[in-house]
């Protein structure tokens, strides 16, 4: 297991269109966490999932946007009728949660979008 | 509210020198942790180094080290002996609360420009 993937690494899209994107975690973690990230800015935390049970959503995911995962496995970010401002690189991230005060992250490369 | 201040936006070190990249943070949960992140053009996210609000001791990774002052509310980053690999953004990040969701808040991060 080399990692979180996430595919694709780069899309271009036309306003409009549907996009999704998918994330495969590190396969031992059963937390997922997705999160937007616009030039300039620091990454904002979108959503979560524990297993398979999405239980976190942020007020930036508008209904737009749709998250699942699966069997606990892997995780797809839909987004309906984009729009410029979806414009963003969007990180997964993967966790083992569990007892104990450290929480390691790890991050996948992203996938950057660009809304034409 | 929860809150991560970078207020770096950029930063220039001599290669060999050592640097201090600024974060003060914001939390009034007992319990959290704080993360530093290099972000290189690539766009993946790359741990480097972790402080425990309840770590007795600053913590060390390498060439990293932060600073945590915690009556001040600050967990500066030190890379020592800085190389041109380091030329990256740095982000400064929070896990705060008990809970599930383990979410990181970040800072709006420093851009380090290592020159030779």
């Known amino acids: 297991d080399t990692g979180v993937s996430q595919n694709p690494r780069h899309k271009i899209t036309k306003r409009g269109q549907n996009v999704t994107f998918r994330c495969d975690p590190i396969s031992e973690h059963n937390r997922l966490y997705w999160y937007r990230q616009t030039l300039g800015q620091g990454p904002e935390f979108l959503t979560y999932f524990q297993n398979e049970a999405q239980l976190e959503k942020s007020r930036l995911l508008s209904d737009r946007f749709s998250a699942e995962r699966p069997k606990g496995s892997f995780s797809t970010l839909e987004i309906q009728r984009t729009e410029q401002g979806d414009s963003a690189m969007y990180l997964c991230?993967?966790?083992?949660?569990?007892?104990?005060?450290?929480?390691?992250?790890?991050f996948g490369s992203g996938t950057r979008l660009t809304v034409v | 509210a929860q809150k991560i201040t970078q207020t770096q936006p950029g930063m220039f070190v001599q290669e060999k020198e050592a640097v201090t990249l600024d974060c003060t943070y914001d939390?009034?949960?007992?319990?959290?942790?704080l993360f530093w992140y290099k972000q290189p053009s690539s766009g993946e996210m790359i741990f480097l180094i972790y402080?425990?609000?309840?770590d007795q001791q600053n913590a060390t990774e390498g060439r990293y080290s932060l600073n945590f002052q915690k009556a001040r509310k600050s967990a500066n980053l030190v890379i020592s002996a800085s190389q041109l690999g380091d030329s990256a953004m740095y982000f400064c990040a929070m896990r705060a609360g008990a809970g599930n969701n383990r979410k990181l808040i970040w800072g709006l991060g420093t851009s380090l420009a290592v020159n030779p």
């Open positions: 991230a993967s966790s083992l949660g569990g007892q104990g005060a450290y929480y390691g992250y790890t």
């Open positions: 939390t009034s949960d007992p319990s959290y942790g």
């Open positions: 402080q425990g609000s309840y």
